[in-house]
C-alpha cells in the first residue's frame, strides 16, 4: 500500500510598493504577465525599481486541482491533489539584460488528499492483514513542513529595460525548500473492534506512514519552472 501511495504522489509532485494605494504606484514599465508552470497557471506583477536599475520586485500566484484514481488488489485510491503558490520574488538583472537571478520566498498551499477504500473483504497495512469490519475507510494527507518556501532561480523576461517594447516573453527555473512531507493517516474502525486492535492498527499505519515520508524527503527541495508572457504598461 505504501507504494502505491508513493507512486501517486511522485508522479504528480512569491512588497510593500506594489500593495501601497494603486495611485502612489508609478505604472511606468510595470508588467502583467500570465504564465503556467510546475505549480499550474498564474498571473504575475512586475515592478522595477527606479533607485536600482538593476533590480524588479515580482508578485504572482499560481493555482492548479486535479483528481487522481487509482486500484490495485486490495483498495481503491481516490486522491485531489492541489498545487497552489503566492510569490514575492527579487529579480536581478546583472546586466541589465532579459537574463535575471532571482531570490525570493513563496507560500507552498500544495496538499494531497485522499481516500482509500478497500476492494474485498481486507487489506493490509505494515504486512498485517485486516479485514473490513475491523477497519473501513483511511482518509490520507500528505503536506509539506514549510508553509513559506525560500527560492533561488534563474530565468529571462525578455521586455525588461526595453522602454519601446510592449509585449515579452517570460521564463523561470528555480528551486524551493519546501521541507520534510508530513504524512498523515486517518483510519474508520468498525463498531465492535477492540480498543487493542485499534491501537494495533495505528501503530501499523503510522510505521508505513513514516516509511512513506522517508521516501518522500528528496522531495524537500521541489523544482519550479514556468514559461508565459507579460505586457508592460
Known amino acids: 500500500m505504501k507504494k502505491i501511495l508513493f507512486s501517486v504522489v511522485s508522479a504528480t509532485l512569491i512588497v510593500s510598493n506594489l500593495s501601497a494605494d494603486s495611485t502612489q504606484i508609478d505604472w511606468k514599465n510595470v508588467s502583467l504577465g500570465a504564465d503556467v508552470g510546475t505549480t499550474g497557471i498564474g498571473l504575475t506583477v512586475v515592478k522595477p525599481i527606479d533607485e536600482h536599475p538593476n533590480w524588479a520586485v515580482r508578485v504572482g500566484a499560481h493555482k492548479y486541482s486535479k483528481n487522481f484514481t487509482t486500484t490495485d488488489n486490495e483498495a481503491d485510491y481516490d486522491f485531489d491533489l492541489d498545487l497552489s503558490d503566492v510569490q514575492l520574488m527579487a529579480d536581478y538583472h546583472p546586466w541589465m539584460t532579459s537574463f535575471k537571478v532571482t531570490l525570493g520566498a513563496l507560500y507552498n498551499g500544495t496538499d494531497f488528499n485522499g481516500k482509500i477504500n478497500p476492494r474485498g473483504s481486507s487489506y493490509t497495512f505494515n504486512g498485517v492483514t485486516y479485514s473490513t469490519s475491523q477497519i ?74 513514516k516509511s512513506l515520508q522517508d521516501d518522500l524527503d528528496k522531495y524537500k527541495y521541489l523544482p519550479f519552472v514556468s514559461i508565459g508572457f507579460n505586457y508592460k504598461f
Not at 160 to 176: D, H, I, M
Open 136 to 209: 473501513g475507510t483511511v482518509d490520507t494527507k500528505v503536506d509539506f513542513d514549510n508553509s513559506i518556501a525560500p527560492y533561488i532561480g534563474i530565468g529571462w523576461d525578455t521586455s525588461f529595460n526595453k522602454p519601446n517594447k510592449t509585449w515579452g516573453f517570460t521564463f523561470n527555473l528555480g528551486v524551493a525548500y519546501s521541507g520534510s512531507a508530513k504524512v498523515s493517516y486517518t483510519p474508520t474502525f468498525g463498531s465492535s473492534v477492540p480498543d487493542a486492535t485499534k491501537q494495533e492498527i495505528l501503530n501499523n499505519l503510522e510505521i508505513e506512514k
